[in-house]
Each structure stands twice: as structure tokens, then as C-alpha cells.
């Protein structure tokens, strides 16, 4: 029975095949042909289609130009700063050279005189002379003694008693220091401390008064500059440039 059912089966299939390629069309048995033949009746001048071959490198490259995304959109924000940078990286000048401001002093009158006359030739504006009072000094004083060997009798009594000192110099000699004092106050203290220890032949004198001074200021010395200062060092009288406090 499933012999018989294989055997209708394949024949069915064969007959279907034979109708549909219109292999049974002599007998009658065909399917109906779908043709429009008005279709061609339509055409316009048929004779002028012509065929191209496409470019495959042309078609690639515009493939790939479609393909790629659209540029994004600048907004007015973006396009002033950028437009701001580009202006200022175009605008700014070169690194100037690194200014520095360096002084030296006290100097007194006479040296002051000299370092003006020094700077004559130096740009203006690239130095300058402040005043700079220089303080009174006190000193404890011992002396004027008559010779040396009475200075060195009063050596020995303050090296029993511990108390420090030096030589006076200068117009104080034969004399003896016990200290040096910025105020008269000051060297009054030091004065009593000392009459504690037995010391009473010393006195408070003025060593020197307040006198004028100026401070050289070079408020921006340049590696351009520096060479043409070299011109100060001989009336500098022994000071050394050191940077602004």
C-alpha cells in the first residue's frame, strides 16, 4: 500500500513538471502565458538605450566619501575660541629675558659721589640712590690711657673680672671697648651690667653719629643690561650686588 502511495506521489511530480515547463502543451494541457505584448508597442526609440560600465574605483571612492560622517556642526562658541586661541598664539611676543632687582650698601656721601658719577652712562631709570640714614653707634669706653703698658694693666683686670673687650682704634686709641651699641640707651644697660662686676673707670661715649647713606638699586637688571653695570664694581668700594629684601 505505501508502494502504491511512493509510485502516485512520483508520478503526480512528473506531471506537474511536465505541464509547468509546457512539455504537455501539444496535448492541450499548458499554463497560461503572462505576456503583455502592448508593452512593447510603448517603447521610444529602443535603439538609442546604450549600456555603461560602472567604474568600480569611482564607485569606491564616493562609497566611501557617503559613508564618512558629516563634519560636526561648530557653534558661534566654539568657532570665537578657537578663533581666540589661533589670535593669541599668533600675537604672543617671545619669552623676555628674566629681570631680577639686586642692590648693595650703606654707602656714605663720598662713595655715593662715586657711583654717581660711575653711572653717568647707564640707561635711565636702571638705577637709583635711596637714602639710607646710617645709625649713631655707642660705645662703653675705657681710656684714653697714657701708654701701652697701662692699656695692658687694664686688660689683665678685666680678663680677671670676665669681661669682654677689644681695642678701641682709630682716635679712641689708647682705649678699650667693652662693647658697641646702635643707641645711647643700649650702651647706658650694658654700662650698669658692668658696674655690677666691679668695672667703675668706664664711661658711654659716641663712637659715631648719624650721618647720611644711600642704598645702589638696580630694580631690573637684565641679561641684556648686565654687562654695562660691570662699570660700578670699581666704585662699589668693596660691597657686593645681593637681591632686593
Not at 570665537?80 to 639686586?102: I, M, W
Not at 681695642?167 to 678699650?176: F, H, M, N
Amino acid at each position: 500500500m505505501l508502494r502504491l502511495a511512493v509510485i502516485a506521489l512520483l508520478l503526480a511530480n512528473a506531471g506537474y513538471y511536465a505541464w509547468s515547463q509546457g512539455l504537455l502543451k501539444d496535448w492541450g494541457f499548458a499554463p497560461e502565458e503572462q505576456a503583455e505584448p502592448q508593452r512593447m508597442n510603448q517603447q521610444i526609440r529602443p535603439e538609442t538605450l546604450q549600456i555603461l560600465r560602472v567604474n568600480p574605483s569611482k564607485t569606491s571612492s564616493s562609497s566611501s566619501s557617503s559613508s564618512s560622517p558629516p563634519p560636526a556642526p561648530s557653534t558661534p562658541g566654539t568657532a570665537t575660541a578657537s578663533a581666540d586661541v589661533a589670535s593669541s598664539a599668533a600675537s604672543s611676543p617671545p619669552p623676555a629675558d628674566t629681570a631680577e632687582c639686586l642692590q648693595a650698601g650703606v654707602f656714605d656721601e663720598r662713595q655715593a659721589d662715586a657711583l654717581r658719577t660711575a653711572a653717568a652712562n647707564l640707561p635711565p631709570g636702571s638705577w637709583l640712590l635711596e637714602p639710607t640714614p646710617i645709625p649713631g653707634r655707642w660705645m662703653v669706653y675705657m681710656g684714653r690711657f697714657e701708654d701701652l703698658e697701662t692699656l695692658d694693666r687694664k686688660r689683665a683686670e678685666l680678663r680677671a673680672r670676665k669681661v669682654d673687650h677689644d681695642r678701641a682704634g682709630g682716635t679712641l686709641e689708647y682705649g678699650l671697648s667693652l662693647g658697641r651699641f646702635s643707641s645711647k640707651e643700649a650702651a647706658e644697660r650694658e654700662l650698669a651690667n658692668l658696674g655690677n662686676k666691679g668695672v667703675r673707670t668706664a664711661r658711654v661715649i659716641q663712637e659715631r653719629p648719624e650721618s647720611p647713606g644711600f642704598t645702589l638699586r638696580l630694580p631690573a637688571v637684565t641679561d641684556a643690561l648686565r654687562p654695562q653695570f660691570d662699570a660700578l664694581r670699581s666704585a662699589m668700594a668693596g660691597k657686593t650686588l645681593r637681591n632686593c629684601a
